[in-house]
T-cell receptor, first 114, second 113 residues
């Protein structure tokens, strides 16, 4: 059963802590993405990766870091430098060829800073 | 000015109504258009994908693109309570940004019985 998994579903963090959100896909997609979603603001791109060992900043990368050591995995670390990290985080992936820009999303992780 | 503008609503309609959801865009490079549906606390799922001006129909859903006016629409016929969700438009252009999408803010739709 192909798809994208994100864990955990809910995450609570104390101020000053780094946390890492997991994203795994078994769709054999080259590209992976991280978005942040806040009420009334749609999806904002944090980071994306088009190939293993390479990634680019999106529109709101400050306070976040990523790695892409494997094709299947694209973890996101929310650092203590992120001033307002409470949000819903979505991971997505896309493949090549026709409709290669179509992104498929995971179920999301809701991060709350206490 | 945002590249993609979408009325956030909220939009509330009775069951059976025809729903019209709209997005406008300013970037002429956008050539591919998508509509996603997102249920509360879930990830978005792709509903429609179009890349040419005109209409594309899939069951109760019709996607319409007017590139000359930079305007896209999603129509839902015979709306059902299960259609209650946030609808996001998304767009991409040809170029080096592989698969990068620009999203609208999303429209919250409620269909009441």
């Amino acid at each position: 059963d192909g798809g994208i998994t994100q864990s955990p579903k809910y995450l609570f963090r104390k101020e000053g802590q780094n946390v890492t959100l997991s994203c795994e896909q078994n769709l054999n997609h080259d590209a992976m993405y991280w978005y942040r979603q806040d009420p009334g603001q749609g999806l904002r791109l944090i980071y994306y990766s088009q190939i293993v060992n390479d990634f680019q900043k999106g529109d709101i990368a400050e306070g976040y870091s990523v790695s892409r050591e494997k094709k299947e995995s694209f973890p996101l670390t929310v650092t203590s430098a992120q001033k307002n990290p409470t949000a819903f985080y979505l991971c997505a992936s896309s493949g090549a060829g026709l409709r290669g820009d179509t992104q498929y999303f995971g179920p999301g992780t809701r991060l709350t800073v206490l | 000015q945002k590249e993609v503008e979408q009325d956030p609503g909220p939009l509330s309609v009775p069951e059976g109504a025809i729903v019209s959801l709209n997005c406008t865009y300013s970037n002429s490079a956008f050539q591919y258009f998508m509509w996603y549906r997102q249920y509360s606390r879930k990830g978005p799922e792709l509903l429609m994908y179009t890349y040419s001006s005109g209409n594309k129909e899939d069951g109760r859903f019709t996607a319409q693109v007017d590139k000359s006016s930079k305007y896209i629409s999603l129509f839902i016929r015979d709306s059902q309570p299960s259609d209650s969700a946030t609808y996001l438009c998304a767009m991409s252009g040809r170029g080096t940004s592989y698969g990068k999408l620009t999203f609208g803010q999303g429209t919250i739709l409620t269909v009441h019985p």
